[in-house]
């Protein structure tokens, strides 16, 4: 008796209960429906926005990048560098570029540890460059950098930083320094470090020159990607009801391409309504 007497006086709230769950499953799978990319799960705690993609079934597939113990990466041709931000807005984000390497005393020495892949070298077949915000300031250089269009001058911002940090002292007693910015058509896809040229390297985005060092943002490296494609299909299951799976122009993949009185919006990755 006791216990009917429960079960009739909590009955409403455990339909108001199923009925908030309907919804919530009835929202989820709306969601999913209306949105024909597949966006990336979340790297740890860090969101993958499309089209990062992180595994064979999210994002798209020349949008690769890595997903290690909650942190994102990106590959280089011989290296992987930690993704520390992403701007999804514009197409950008930033990697953290390489440490200069530590000799057996433990004392850092003025030669970056990617000297081994010759520094930051994009594949130019990928959607990925390095962008013209970021500025470049060279360690270590060779006499064959003072020909080069770079500012090798002493009073080249590269002196600043090995004057004014503690990071940039170790490259105080090596030879000639050098400051660019980047994104020049030559150099969009590499930060080239090599024996014959620069040892090391240091990269800041937006950099303010007016600014003492101690107030420079820490290193990083923005790359851009281009904005992406429709998504691939395999058939029409995969493509929501706004877009219709067909065979794209260039590579024989099938893409989801919007319906007319829809576009594709590579922000949102899916078609938004209008032409
Ligand atoms: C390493 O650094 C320590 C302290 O900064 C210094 O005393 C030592 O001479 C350095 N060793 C080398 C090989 O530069
Ligand atoms: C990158 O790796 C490939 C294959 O391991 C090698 O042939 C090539 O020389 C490397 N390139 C650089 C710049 O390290
Ligand atoms: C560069 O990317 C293209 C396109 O994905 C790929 O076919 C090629 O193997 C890549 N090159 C290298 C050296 O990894
Ligand atoms: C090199 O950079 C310094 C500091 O930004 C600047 O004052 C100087 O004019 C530059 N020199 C050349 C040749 O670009
Ligand atoms: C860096 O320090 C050296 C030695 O103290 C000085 O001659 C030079 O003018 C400084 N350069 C810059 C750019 O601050
Ligand atoms: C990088 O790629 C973007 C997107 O394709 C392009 O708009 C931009 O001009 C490129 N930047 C450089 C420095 O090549």
């Given at each position: 008796m006791k216990m009917a007497k429960f079960q009739s006086s909590s009955s409403p709230l455990v339909v108001l209960l199923l009925l908030l769950l309907l919804k919530a499953v009835l929202l989820t799978n709306v969601a999913i429906l209306a949105s024909s990319a597949t966006v990336c799960p979340n790297c740890g705690t860090t969101p993958v926005p499309y089209p990062l993609s992180t595994g064979p079934n999210c994002g798209d597939p020349n949008y690769k990048v890595r997903c290690e113990s909650g942190t994102l990466l990106f590959h280089t041709l011989n290296n992987t560098y930690p993704i520390?931000?992403?701007?999804?807005q514009n197409q950008r984000f930033v990697i953290k570029p390489a440490n200069f390497i530590n000799n057996n005393n433990n004392n850092n020495t003025?030669?970056?540890?990617?000297i081994t892949s010759e520094g930051v070298q994009l594949n130019a077949s990928l959607p990925f460059n390095v962008t013209s915000s970021n500025t470049i300031l060279y360690f270590n250089c060779t006499p064959l950098l003072l020909r080069s269009p770079l500012n090798c001058t002493a009073t080249s911002l590269c002196h600043s930083y090995i004057n004014g940090s503690v990071d940039g002292s170790?490259?105080?007693?090596s030879n000639i320094c050098c400051t660019f910015r980047a994104g020049g058509s030559t150099n969009s896809y590499s930060i080239r470090v090599r024996d014959s040229g620069c040892r090391a390297y240091r990269s800041f985005v937006n950099?303010?020159?007016?600014?003492?060092v101690n107030k420079w943002p820490p290193p990083g490296l923005e790359i851009q990607y281009v904005s992406p494609p429709e998504p691939v299909c395999?058939?029409?299951?995969?493509?929501?009801?706004?877009?219709t799976c067909a065979l794209a122009e260039n590579n024989g993949l099938r893409r989801c391409f919007c319906n007319t009185k829809f576009h594709w919006d590579p922000f949102l990755g899916s078609c938004a309504p209008g032409n």
């Amino acid at each position: 008796m006791k216990m009917a007497k429960f079960q009739s006086s909590s009955s409403p709230l455990v339909v108001l209960l199923l009925l908030l769950l309907l919804k919530a499953v009835l929202l989820t799978n709306v969601a999913i429906l209306a949105s024909s990319a597949t966006v990336c799960p979340n790297c740890g705690t860090t969101p993958v926005p499309y089209p990062l993609s992180t595994g064979p079934n999210c994002g798209d597939p020349n949008y690769k990048v890595r997903c290690e113990s909650g942190t994102l990466l990106f590959h280089t041709l011989n290296n992987t560098y930690p993704i520390i931000s992403t701007q999804p807005q514009n197409q950008r984000f930033v990697i953290k570029p390489a440490n200069f390497i530590n000799n057996n005393n433990n004392n850092n020495t003025c030669v970056t540890s990617d000297i081994t892949s010759e520094g930051v070298q994009l594949n130019a077949s990928l959607p990925f460059n390095v962008t013209s915000s970021n500025t470049i300031l060279y360690f270590n250089c060779t006499p064959l950098l003072l020909r080069s269009p770079l500012n090798c001058t002493a009073t080249s911002l590269c002196h600043s930083y090995i004057n004014g940090s503690v990071d940039g002292s170790v490259c105080g007693n090596s030879n000639i320094c050098c400051t660019f910015r980047a994104g020049g058509s030559t150099n969009s896809y590499s930060i080239r470090v090599r024996d014959s040229g620069c040892r090391a390297y240091r990269s800041f985005v937006n950099l303010d020159y007016s600014l003492p060092v101690n107030k420079w943002p820490p290193p990083g490296l923005e790359i851009q990607y281009v904005s992406p494609p429709e998504p691939v299909c395999a058939n029409q299951n995969d493509c929501d009801s706004d877009s219709t799976c067909a065979l794209a122009e260039n590579n024989g993949l099938r893409r989801c391409f919007c319906n007319t009185k829809f576009h594709w919006d590579p922000f949102l990755g899916s078609c938004a309504p209008g032409n």
